[in-house]
């Protein structure tokens, strides 16, 4: 019998599943779908600490900026540390950036506006300055997740300690129980008896945690990128975006909401994205919305005008009424711990999820404080049995 059972294959329930067996635990991953097939594989790859209000989700970020760095170490997918540049529209809202980074307390430098085309050569003029975080990074996140599961399996066992094993196309539909505790996952293939179970079901974590019982307000918050034709030299140095990013990601808005993020690839093609919007899971291609995302992009790097879009994708965050994932053992459900809804964060919040779920799992002192990531914090009397709470 494993002693966990992590549901998803998702880079955050490969970031779980690396950890646990690297803290000797033996672990079995299951996905209804392949490795990265949920939000995963539509996600932009942004680790990013400047977009953080202070607080527990900064904390987590800080301590994954950290966690990514180290992992990079293992190879296998690209880690860029290039840094991120938001860029401000007038001076109110240069002020406002610079005193979000004082209270940020991360490594930051104030750019003034002359000095922007220094980190940007190609930058839009007009900018009234910027703050720099060298702490900003990019990942693969699709590569990352296979990495994390295969150094799990392959480095783990070899160093004699514990196991990683991976099992896609396999659905959960229902908890194995002892009374309230689960002790297993019920699966369209059989029963698989756990010491624990992780819910690392992304923007299906409700539904996973609803098979148990107990509810998660996890909704999808759909989102757009776009993809230019590769170009023959790099015209976007590090992550670049305007202030008003940081304003959409911490909205609670259900309408539409675009503020570009511009990037630039080893591979050449750059990536604009993203655009946040509720909608349910509809797939639907929005012209309107990809129209925004190119002109926004365009009003950050002119130049782009001029370079033809090749295809664009879409993805499901899964967001979380106070923007916060939901990470720990659930009170309502012992034995049941969810890493889940880190709405658009959790490519690089994951390693951090994965080790504090891990000294979860052993008992460990957890390295941050979880409390205000627990499950059961929609409960109006946070001892409730899934009571749905009010959504944003
Ligand atoms: C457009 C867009 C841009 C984004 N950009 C960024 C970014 O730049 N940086 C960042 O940090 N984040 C970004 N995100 C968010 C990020 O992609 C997600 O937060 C992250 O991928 C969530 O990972 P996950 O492992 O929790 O979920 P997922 O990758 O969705 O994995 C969950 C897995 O659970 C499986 N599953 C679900 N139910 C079951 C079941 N019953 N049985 C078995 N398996 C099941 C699914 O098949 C899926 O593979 C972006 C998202 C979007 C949409």
Redo the contacts with the bound molecule.
């Keep these: 019998m494993p002693d966990v059972v992590v549901?998803?294959?998702?880079?955050?329930?490969?970031a779980c599943a690396h950890y646990a067996a690297r803290a000797g635990l033996d672990v079995v991953v299951?996905?209804?779908?392949p490795v990265?097939?949920?939000?995963?594989?539509?996600?932009?790859?942004?680790?990013?600490v400047s977009d953080k209000e202070p607080g527990p989700e900064l904390d987590l970020a800080v301590l994954s900026a950290g966690l990514w760095r180290e992992l990079a170490g293992l190879g296998g997918f690209e880690y860029e540390p290039k840094g991120g540049l938001v860029v401000a529209e007038d001076d109110e809202v240069l002020a406002a950036l610079t005193a979000l980074a004082a209270g940020q307390g991360v490594e930051h430098t104030v750019v003034d506006a002359g000095r922007l085309t220094d980190y940007e050569p190609h930058l839009a003029q007009g900018f009234a300055g910027g703050v720099f975080y060298p702490q900003d990074a990019q990942v693969q996140?699709m590569l990352a997740?296979a990495t994390l599961l295969r150094e799990g399996a392959q480095g783990v066992q070899g160093a004699g300690r514990g196991t990683l094993s991976l099992r896609t196309g396999?659905?959960?539909?229902g908890f194995l129980r002892d009374g309230e505790r689960v002790t297993g996952v019920r699966?369209d293939r059989g029963d698989i008896p756990a010491g624990a179970v992780v819910n690392?079901?992304?923007?299906?974590?409700g539904?996973?945690a609803a098979l148990a019982g107990v509810h998660l307000p996890i909704l999808p918050r759909?989102?757009?990128?776009l993809v230019t034709e590769p170009l023959d030299e790099p015209l976007v140095l590090h992550k670049v975006y305007t202030a008003a990013y940081v304003t959409n990601v911490a909205s609670d808005s259900a309408g539409l909401e675009t503020s570009a993020?511009v990037e630039g690839t080893p591979s050449g093609p750059v990536l604009i994205?993203?655009s946040r919007e509720r909608v349910g899971f509809d797939r639907t291609v929005s012209i309107p919305v990809l129209e925004r995302l190119a002109r926004q992009a365009v009003e950050l790097f002119p130049a782009l005008a001029a370079r033809r879009v090749i295809r664009a994708y879409?993805?499901?965050?899964?967001y979380c009424p106070d923007h916060l994932p939901v990470i720990g053992e659930d009170p309502r459900a012992p034995g049941l711990y969810h890493?889940?809804g880190?709405?658009?964060?959790?490519?690089?919040?994951?390693p951090a999820t994965g080790h504090l779920i891990a000294q979860a799992l052993t008992g460990a002192r957890p390295g941050l404080d979880l409390d205000p990531f627990r499950p059961d914090r929609f409960d109006p009397d946070r001892s409730g049995t899934g009571t749905p709470a009010k959504e944003g």
């Design positions: 549901i998803g294959a998702g880079v955050v329930g490969a299951l996905d209804r779908g990265a097939g949920g939000t995963t594989g539509a996600g932009e790859g942004n680790v990013l996140p997740a396999v659905t959960v539909t699966t690392a079901a992304g923007t299906w974590g539904e996973v759909r989102g757009f990128i993020v994205g993203a879409c993805g499901f965050r899964p890493a889940c880190h709405e658009g964060a959790g490519i690089g919040l994951a």
